[in-house]
Nanobody, 126 residues
C-alpha cells in the first residue's frame, strides 16, 4: 500500500523557518519524480518544487527560489522541504507527491503525479 505522510507544518512569524517531512512507503522503482505542491484557501493547487529520481536537477517555483530547498533521504525514504524566510503569502496546505508510472505532463503539472499525501498546514503571520 502506497502512503505519503507529511509532517512538520505549523504557525510561524514572517521571516521564520519550517522543515516539512514526507515519509514514503510502498512506492515502486517506477516512481520517477517527487514534488511539493501547496494550496491556499480559494486558490488552485500550486507547484512549489520538483526533482527526478536521482535528485538532479531540482526545480523551484520563482516565488520560493532561494528560500526553499527540497532534499531526500533515500535510506529513510523521506522527502524534505526546508522553508526559510517565510512570508505570509506562503500560508497554505503543503502536499508531497510522487509520479509512478504515469505519463509525463511536466514537472509542475499536478496530473503528472498519482500519489499524494494528506497535506500539512503552514501558517505565516505578519
Amino acid at each position: 500500500q502506497v502512503q505519503l505522510v507529511e509532517s512538520g507544518g505549523g504557525s510561524v512569524q514572517a521571516g521564520g523557518s519550517l522543515r516539512l517531512s514526507c515519509a514514503e512507503s510502498g512506492l515502486s522503482t517506477s516512481c520517477y519524480r517527487r514534488a511539493w505542491f501547496r494550496q491556499a484557501p480559494g486558490n488552485k493547487r500550486e507547484w512549489v518544487t520538483a526533482t527526478n529520481k536521482w535528485g538532479i536537477p531540482t526545480e523551484y517555483a520563482a516565488s520560493v527560489k532561494g528560500r526553499f530547498t527540497m532534499s531526500r533521504n533515500n535510506t529513510e525514504n523521506t522527502l524534505y522541504l526546508e522553508m526559510n524566510t517565510l512570508k505570509p503569502e506562503d500560508t497554505a496546505i503543503y502536499y508531497c507527491a510522487a509520479a509512478c508510472g504515469t505519463p509525463y505532463s511536466g514537472f509542475d503539472a499536478p496530473e503528472t503525479y498519482n500519489y499524494w499525501g494528506q497535506g500539512t498546514q503552514v501558517t505565516v503571520s505578519s
